[in-house]
Protein backbone atom coordinates (compact mmCIF):
# COMPACT_ATOMS: atom_id res chain seq x y z
CA UNK A 1 0.00 0.00 0.00
CA UNK A 2 1.26 3.71 -0.99
CA UNK A 3 2.46 5.45 1.83
CA UNK A 4 3.01 8.66 0.28
CA UNK A 5 0.47 9.65 -2.75
CA UNK A 6 0.51 12.20 -5.33
CA UNK A 7 -2.66 12.15 -6.57
CA UNK A 8 -2.42 14.20 -9.43
CA UNK A 9 -0.50 12.81 -12.30
CA UNK A 10 0.14 16.42 -13.85
CA UNK A 11 -0.27 20.44 -13.77
CA UNK A 12 -0.19 22.82 -16.41
CA UNK A 13 -0.07 26.53 -15.06
CA UNK A 14 1.15 29.69 -16.90
CA UNK A 15 4.25 31.53 -16.09
CA UNK A 16 4.02 34.08 -13.34
CA UNK A 17 1.09 32.12 -11.82
CA UNK A 18 1.02 29.88 -8.30
CA UNK A 19 1.83 26.15 -9.11
CA UNK A 20 0.36 24.71 -6.21
CA UNK A 21 1.19 20.47 -5.34
CA UNK A 22 -0.21 18.48 -3.62
CA UNK A 23 1.06 14.76 -1.33
CA UNK A 24 -0.72 12.88 1.05
CA UNK A 25 0.38 10.46 3.66
CA UNK A 26 -0.59 7.65 5.51
CA UNK A 27 2.23 6.47 8.21
CA UNK A 28 1.90 8.98 11.42
CA UNK A 29 5.24 7.62 12.07
CA UNK A 30 6.31 10.45 9.05
CA UNK A 31 7.84 13.44 10.78
CA UNK A 32 10.53 14.79 8.33
CA UNK A 33 9.05 15.72 4.52
CA UNK A 34 11.34 16.51 1.40
CA UNK A 35 10.58 17.70 -2.35
CA UNK A 36 12.49 16.60 -5.06
CA UNK A 37 12.79 18.17 -8.96
CA UNK A 38 13.58 15.55 -11.70
CA UNK A 39 14.29 16.99 -15.06
CA UNK A 40 14.01 13.97 -18.26
CA UNK A 41 17.71 11.64 -17.97
CA UNK A 42 18.75 13.17 -14.45
CA UNK A 43 18.47 12.05 -11.10
CA UNK A 44 16.63 13.63 -8.67
CA UNK A 45 17.73 17.66 -7.00
CA UNK A 46 16.73 18.24 -3.40
CA UNK A 47 14.06 21.46 -3.23
CA UNK A 48 13.14 22.07 0.05
CA UNK A 49 12.40 20.15 3.31
CA UNK A 50 9.84 20.57 6.43
CA UNK A 51 10.30 18.49 9.89
CA UNK A 52 6.72 17.88 11.66
CA UNK A 53 7.67 20.36 14.37
CA UNK A 54 6.52 23.17 11.91
CA UNK A 55 3.63 24.11 9.66
CA UNK A 56 5.90 26.03 6.65
CA UNK A 57 8.97 26.17 5.07
CA UNK A 58 9.93 28.91 2.81
CA UNK A 59 12.97 29.19 0.50
CA UNK A 60 12.62 31.60 -2.05
CA UNK A 61 9.64 30.84 -4.60
CA UNK A 62 8.90 27.67 -3.11
CA UNK A 63 7.02 27.21 0.66
CA UNK A 64 6.29 24.15 1.48
CA UNK A 65 3.05 23.86 4.07
CA UNK A 66 2.51 20.93 5.88
CA UNK A 67 -0.74 20.05 7.79
CA UNK A 68 -0.05 17.02 9.95
CA UNK A 69 -3.75 16.54 11.39
CA UNK A 70 -4.48 15.91 7.58
CA UNK A 71 -1.51 14.49 6.77
CA UNK A 72 -1.38 16.74 3.97
CA UNK A 73 1.59 18.79 2.69
CA UNK A 74 1.99 20.98 -0.30
CA UNK A 75 4.64 22.88 -2.39
CA UNK A 76 3.69 26.25 -3.56
CA UNK A 77 6.10 27.96 -6.27
CA UNK A 78 5.41 31.77 -7.23
CA UNK A 79 6.13 32.63 -9.22
CA UNK A 80 6.04 29.77 -11.72
CA UNK A 81 8.78 30.10 -14.41
CA UNK A 82 9.37 27.75 -17.38
CA UNK A 83 12.53 26.47 -16.13
CA UNK A 84 10.74 25.39 -13.35
CA UNK A 85 8.40 22.40 -15.54
CA UNK A 86 9.64 19.10 -14.02
CA UNK A 87 8.65 16.37 -12.20
CA UNK A 88 8.30 17.15 -8.47
CA UNK A 89 8.42 13.97 -5.81
CA UNK A 90 7.45 14.32 -2.41
CA UNK A 91 9.76 11.97 0.37
CA UNK A 92 8.82 11.26 4.10
CA UNK A 93 11.15 9.52 6.15
CA UNK A 94 10.43 8.38 10.09
CA UNK A 95 13.93 9.93 11.23
CA UNK A 96 12.91 9.66 15.00
CA UNK A 97 11.67 6.16 14.91
CA UNK A 98 15.31 5.55 13.49
CA UNK A 99 14.49 5.19 9.63
CA UNK A 100 16.44 7.45 7.57
CA UNK A 101 14.95 5.59 4.44
CA UNK A 102 12.84 8.24 2.36
CA UNK A 103 9.38 7.03 1.36
CA UNK A 104 8.85 8.58 -2.26
CA UNK A 105 5.50 9.14 -4.17
CA UNK A 106 4.99 9.17 -7.59
CA UNK A 107 5.54 11.73 -9.08
CA UNK A 108 3.69 14.97 -10.39
CA UNK A 109 4.61 16.27 -13.37
CA UNK A 110 4.24 20.14 -13.74
CA UNK A 111 4.25 22.06 -17.01
CA UNK A 112 4.88 26.04 -16.72
CA UNK A 113 3.75 27.68 -20.23
CA UNK A 114 5.64 31.09 -21.27
CA UNK B 1 27.04 20.93 -5.10
CA UNK B 2 27.17 17.48 -4.95
CA UNK B 3 29.51 15.18 -6.64
CA UNK B 4 28.33 11.77 -7.47
CA UNK B 5 28.83 10.03 -10.41
CA UNK B 6 27.11 7.05 -12.35
CA UNK B 7 28.41 4.62 -14.87
CA UNK B 8 27.28 4.22 -17.66
CA UNK B 9 24.11 6.69 -18.44
CA UNK B 10 22.49 3.77 -20.67
CA UNK B 11 22.89 -0.03 -21.12
CA UNK B 12 21.21 -2.19 -23.85
CA UNK B 13 22.55 -5.58 -22.85
CA UNK B 14 21.21 -9.14 -23.53
CA UNK B 15 19.73 -11.62 -21.33
CA UNK B 16 21.85 -13.83 -19.15
CA UNK B 17 24.70 -11.57 -19.17
CA UNK B 18 26.46 -9.86 -15.87
CA UNK B 19 26.66 -6.56 -15.08
CA UNK B 20 27.80 -3.71 -12.94
CA UNK B 21 26.12 -0.30 -12.56
CA UNK B 22 29.28 2.01 -11.01
CA UNK B 23 28.20 4.67 -8.38
CA UNK B 24 31.11 6.80 -6.52
CA UNK B 25 30.73 10.26 -5.02
CA UNK B 26 33.57 12.81 -4.03
CA UNK B 27 31.63 14.00 -0.69
CA UNK B 28 32.77 11.25 2.01
CA UNK B 29 28.80 10.63 2.79
CA UNK B 30 29.37 7.34 4.84
CA UNK B 31 25.40 6.35 3.56
CA UNK B 32 24.72 5.29 0.06
CA UNK B 33 21.16 4.05 -1.33
CA UNK B 34 20.08 2.37 -4.81
CA UNK B 35 16.96 3.01 -6.11
CA UNK B 36 14.75 1.51 -8.88
CA UNK B 37 12.54 3.58 -11.22
CA UNK B 38 10.03 3.05 -13.80
CA UNK B 39 8.50 5.47 -15.62
CA UNK B 40 5.58 7.25 -13.83
CA UNK B 41 6.48 5.07 -10.37
CA UNK B 42 7.95 6.13 -6.88
CA UNK B 43 11.47 5.87 -6.68
CA UNK B 44 11.59 2.07 -4.43
CA UNK B 45 14.80 1.70 -2.41
CA UNK B 46 16.85 -1.58 -3.18
CA UNK B 47 19.57 -1.54 -1.52
CA UNK B 48 21.50 0.54 1.36
CA UNK B 49 24.54 0.66 2.91
CA UNK B 50 25.95 3.25 6.14
CA UNK B 51 29.57 2.32 5.60
CA UNK B 52 32.21 0.46 4.79
CA UNK B 53 31.46 -2.78 4.80
CA UNK B 54 27.67 -2.52 5.55
CA UNK B 55 25.11 -3.50 3.39
CA UNK B 56 21.19 -4.26 3.49
CA UNK B 57 18.29 -4.68 1.12
CA UNK B 58 15.69 -1.95 0.67
CA UNK B 59 12.01 -2.51 0.83
CA UNK B 60 11.79 -3.88 -2.79
CA UNK B 61 13.03 -7.40 -3.23
CA UNK B 62 15.76 -6.77 -6.10
CA UNK B 63 17.95 -9.56 -7.39
CA UNK B 64 20.89 -7.58 -7.65
CA UNK B 65 24.29 -7.43 -4.99
CA UNK B 66 25.87 -4.24 -4.24
CA UNK B 67 29.27 -4.01 -2.20
CA UNK B 68 30.55 -1.33 -0.56
CA UNK B 69 34.53 -2.43 0.29
CA UNK B 70 35.52 1.80 -0.59
CA UNK B 71 33.54 4.99 1.34
CA UNK B 72 33.37 6.16 -1.84
CA UNK B 73 32.19 3.62 -4.22
CA UNK B 74 28.99 1.87 -4.13
CA UNK B 75 28.51 -0.53 -7.50
CA UNK B 76 25.42 -2.40 -7.76
CA UNK B 77 25.93 -6.29 -9.72
CA UNK B 78 23.13 -8.26 -11.62
CA UNK B 79 24.76 -11.46 -12.17
CA UNK B 80 22.59 -13.01 -14.74
CA UNK B 81 20.35 -9.90 -16.47
CA UNK B 82 16.47 -10.57 -17.49
CA UNK B 83 14.48 -8.41 -19.28
CA UNK B 84 12.42 -7.77 -16.44
CA UNK B 85 15.78 -5.42 -14.54
CA UNK B 86 14.83 -3.08 -17.56
CA UNK B 87 14.34 0.18 -15.51
CA UNK B 88 16.01 3.10 -14.16
CA UNK B 89 18.35 2.67 -11.53
CA UNK B 90 19.37 5.54 -9.43
CA UNK B 91 22.11 6.28 -6.72
CA UNK B 92 22.08 8.78 -3.84
CA UNK B 93 24.12 9.53 -1.10
CA UNK B 94 23.77 11.68 2.07
CA UNK B 95 25.44 12.73 5.12
CA UNK B 96 25.84 10.71 8.32
CA UNK B 97 24.51 11.60 11.89
CA UNK B 98 21.08 11.66 13.93
CA UNK B 99 19.46 13.87 11.70
CA UNK B 100 17.46 13.26 8.13
CA UNK B 101 19.76 15.09 5.60
CA UNK B 102 18.64 15.56 1.97
CA UNK B 103 19.68 12.68 -0.21
CA UNK B 104 21.81 13.38 -3.04
CA UNK B 105 21.34 11.71 -6.52
CA UNK B 106 23.69 10.55 -9.32
CA UNK B 107 22.13 11.05 -13.33
CA UNK B 108 21.42 7.61 -13.31
CA UNK B 109 21.44 4.35 -15.38
CA UNK B 110 18.78 3.35 -17.66
CA UNK B 111 19.07 0.08 -18.28
CA UNK B 112 17.76 -1.90 -20.66
CA UNK B 113 17.82 -5.74 -20.89
CA UNK B 114 16.38 -6.88 -24.44
Known amino acids: DQQVKQNSPSLSVQEGRISILNCDYTNSMFDYFLWYKKYPAEGPTFLISISSIKDKNEDGRFTVFLNKSAKHLSLHIVPSQPGDSAVYFC?????????????FGKGMKLTVNP | EADIYQTPRYLVIGTGKKITLECSQTMGHDKMYWYQQDPGMELHLIHY???????EKGDLSSESTVSRIRTEHFPLTLESARPSHTSQYLC?????????????FGPGTRLTVL
Open chain 2, 92 to 104: ASSEPGPVVYEQF
Open chain 2, 49 to 55: SYGVNST
Open chain 1, 91 to 103: AASAAQGGSEKLV
